[in-house]
């Protein structure tokens, strides 16, 4: 999972430094109000909106702002109504991408992608063209200097987490996306702070780049990333991480 790891990783250490708050307090709010609107508006019964209030509270959002987004989902407020829309395409080297959209303008989301991709060296797929190479998982990065592989396993395998791994400076565990709340709160209980944690999408194999290609493709993630419609971008790439010092980051 090294590609997928290192790509989480640098881009939390680039937010920590670019401060795009608004940014993500916008996709946050976006996501509890798909939630509420596709499964009601109680967390209890709505294990997506559960997940989405987690995130935004992770990231100090206000409650207020919280209950007027849930507010907005279930129609006790106005509010915009946005589509949810996956494009799958494929960058340099033929590295498969999948970006996960909430947009009030499907025309505009899609021109965007598609001028993201031929710009940097990519082309937009056909659906399900590289969707199937992916896995929905919970991933939780941990630097090594919190807690030793030992007390880190049992505590992450007793919450129900499936795999623990060595990525060099961290831990990478892996969880059932169901299970990724009970492993977060064991983390939580045991005082020990992740570097980073999500629900995600893994791939099953990773596509390795080099020099241009592997900057070609940063770009790509990156603007990608920064388009107003994007929720989440997944890829397979794997690069050396001199070449992200190379690419001046």
């Not at 909430?102 to 021109?111: G, I, P, Q």
């Not at 937009?124 to 880190?152: P, Q, R, T, Y």
Request: charged share 30%; proline share 2%; with cysteine.
């Amino acid at each position: 999972m090294s590609g997928h790891s290192k790509w989480a990783t640098i881009k939390h250490k680039k937010g920590a430094l670019d401060a795009k708050r608004g940014k993500i307090f916008t996709r946050l709010i976006k996501e509890v109000t798909i939630a509420a609107k596709t499964g009601g508006g109680d967390p209890d019964g709505n294990p997506r909106l559960r997940g989405a209030i987690a995130a935004a509270k992770a990231e100090n959002m206000p409650a207020d702002n919280i209950k007027r987004a849930i507010q907005r989902g279930t129609g006790e407020l106005e509010g915009v109504n946005y589509e949810e829309i996956t494009y799958e395409g494929y960058g340099p080297g033929g590295v498969a991408v999948i970006i996960d959209v909430l947009t009030d303008n499907k025309n505009r989301a899609v021109s965007e992608i598609r001028h993201a991709f031929s710009k940097n060296g990519g082309n937009l797929g056909e659906s399900n063209s590289v969707s199937w190479m992916f896995s929905k998982k919970g991933v939780i990065i941990i630097d090594k200097s919190a807690v030793s592989e030992e007390k880190l396993t049992e505590i992450v395998l007793d919450a129900g987490a499936e795999d623990l791994s060595d990525e060099g400076d961290t831990w990478e565990v892996l969880c059932d996306p169901k299970d990724f709340e009970a492993v977060t709160n064991a983390l939580k209980a045991a005082n020990i702070k992740p570097e980073h944690a999500e629900v995600t999408k893994i791939a099953s194999t990773y596509t390795k780049l080099e020099g241009s290609q592997a900057n070609a493709m940063m770009r790509l993630l990156e603007v990608l990333e920064d388009l107003d419609d994007t929720q989440n971008v997944y890829s397979n790439f794997d690069f050396d991480e001199a070449a992200v010092a190379h690419a001046g980051h």
